[in-house]
């Protein structure tokens, strides 16, 4: 009798997780399926809907989508938190170079390169597949001042001497979260690479507890830190000295809106910008090292009930 | 008197017995529990992919091969628990010298030799093949102490195999799910240092079998 409720819930549980799994799959249906690649590090897929291709790691295209281009304009970001990745523009004191860790279908750091194409622009992607997608469908060649370099971010920081006055990191890849990218010693590495004056852009997933101590952590490298909340993901923008007030921010904003013309003005964005109040961050998180970084664990614990400052209360500051 | 020198030995070699295969547990957990925090260690330098997956789980083979053919050869000549405290108590101390020297030695092997397979399998070999060999030997060891007839041979060295396998498994998860979120990877190899300290000490005070 047990065994039959036993199965009796299973089977339907899985009923129910079956009815999920095609309902969402239909949602998707207008996506197109157009190649699909297994990698050293993924399973990359890249989809293709009206002018727009989508790149994905794992099956599950709603969840791990990397990247979004659209095939009639390379300067549109369809993605919002890549928008607010370009506002470290309005902080950095220079921009000769920018670097990006985790270049994916390429959409931010392609996007600063047509509007900058006097700076260096750098990517490094760790898997070669990818960047070879991303040549074929989303609009990426080889031109002067763009980059592109296959390796592991952070052994290419050790190995490198430069400096950029932008580091913008996003090197999470669907599920996967290398721990080693997320520690204090990276963050390190990182701002020993800036140049003065210099700033780190990081897109942060922020509904698990991985966001709090992700904080913490370049908190614990880098004294100021503000943040973005960009429809479901918050980007974080991390400098060293003294904070900047919002007339500053604006300030640079305005001038280099004028002589970049960016396609998303760097002045709306910085309207976005907030600090963080007492209870935005558990105070249980911890710094994470390369001793200590249980980012898979905290990644299960889920953290909805996050409260952020109203954008105008801290741009009072 | 016959009589109790015979109780004599059944309980001591029920203990000696009961003893070996605890220990089987405890050096099967380190093994593998050492595998997994083997990848914390490796991946600031060579990154998380499966390459260094597979430096790491060949190296790990490597060090058992060797273990396996070693302890085999060393117990028929010396059929003592004493070889199990040797070997446990040198994979002990390397291991404990493993959290101050790892970073300089990683450091150094990515500067040097590079991040490709050959960098990632030195590194690999630094780390683990030495204690990990000398955890190798405990199987073919533990079989020949606790074999008294060829008649149960299959069952002795099954059930070797067995419960040293079941640590396995358990250091594989009680590591990757329990110590690695609690404590950091420094202390998580003290304690197996501890451990096997300790699995090394059993053994010292073990009678020696009769061959």
């Not at chain 1, 990745?85 to 931010?108: C, D, P, Q, W």
């Not at chain 1, 898997?127 to 469908?137: T, W």
């Not at chain 2, 001591?12 to 050492?34: C, D, P």
Request: glycine share 8%; with cysteine.
């Amino acid at each position: 009798m047990k065994l039959r409720s036993t199965t009796a819930r299973w089977g339907a549980a899985l009923l129910a997780i079956g009815t999920l799994l095609t309902s969402s799959a239909r949602a998707d249906d207008q996506r197109q399926l157009i190649e699909s690649k297994e990698s050293l590090y993924n399973n990359i897929y890249v989809y293709k809907e009206g002018d727009y291709y989508a790149m994905t790691f794992g099956y599950n295209r709603k969840i791990y989508t990397e990247s979004i281009y659209n095939s009639k304009d390379d300067r549109d970001l369809p993605v919002t938190y890549t928008r607010y990745m370009t506002e470290a523009l309005a902080y950095a004191k220079n921009v000769h170079s920018i670097l990006e860790i985790g270049f994916g279908g390429g959409r931010t750091s392609w996007y600063l390169h047509r509007f900058l194409p006097g700076v260096s622009v750098t990517s490094v992607e760790l898997d070669p597949e990818v960047e070879a997608l991303a040549k074929k469908y989303f609009g990426i060649k080889d031109e002067p001042n763009f980059h592109l370099v296959n390796q592991d971010g952070r052994i290419f920081l050790m190995h490198s001497t430069d400096k950029y006055d932008i580091i913008l990191i996003d090197a999470y890849r669907g599920p996967f979260v290398p721990f080693q990218l997320l520690t204090k010693e990276f963050y390190q590495i990182v701002k020993d690479h800036l140049s003065d004056g210099g700033v780190v852009a990081q897109n942060v997933e922020p509904t698990t507890m991985l966001f709090d101590s992700a904080v913490k952590t370049i908190q614990s490298v880098f004294p100021q830190t503000d943040f973005y909340v960009a429809d479901g993901n918050v980007v974080t923008i991390a400098y060293d000295g003294a904070p900047k007030d919002q007339a500053a921010l604006s300030t640079i904003a305005k001038q280099r809106q004028t002589e970049l013309n960016l396609r998303y003005p760097l002045v709306d964005m910085l309207a976005q910008r907030r600090g963080l109040q007492a209870n935005t961050i558990d105070p249980n998180a911890k710094v994470l090292t390369d001793d200590f970084a249980p980012v898979e664990a905290l990644k299960a614990i889920e953290n909805h009930n996050r409260k952020w400052p109203d954008p105008s209360a801290s741009s009072s500051k | 008197m016959a009589g109790s020198v015979c109780e004599q030995q059944q309980i001591s070699g029920g203990f000696v017995q009961a003893l070996l295969l605890v220990n089987a547990f405890f050096v099967g957990s380190v093994l593998m529990g050492f595998e997994m925090l083997g990848s914390r260690y490796l991946f600031p330098y060579f990154g998380g992919g499966i390459g260094t997956w597979a430096g790491l789980i060949s190296t790990v083979l490597l060090a058992l091969t060797l273990g396996y053919f070693a302890g085999g050869a060393v117990v028929d000549r010396h059929p003592s628990p004493r070889v199990i405290a040797t070997c446990c108590g040198i994979a002990a101390a390397y291991l404990a010298v493993v959290p101050a020297s790892a970073d300089p030695l990683m450091m150094g092997i990515m500067n040097d030799i590079g991040d490709g397979p050959s960098g990632i399998l030195l590194a690999a070999a630094c780390l683990l093949l030495v204690p990990l060999s000398f955890l190798g030997t405990f199987s073919p060891v533990a079989v020949r102490l606790l074999l008294r007839s060829t008649a149960e041979t299959g069952r002795i060295a099954g059930m070797v195999y067995g419960v040293s396998t079941i640590g396995n498994i358990f250091g594989t998860l009680f590591t990757t799910f329990y110590l690695i979120p609690t404590i950091g990877s420094r202390e998580i190899t003290y304690v197996y240092a501890a451990v096997l300290a300790l699995c090394a000490l059993s053994m010292l005070i073990v009678p020696r079998p009769r061959a």
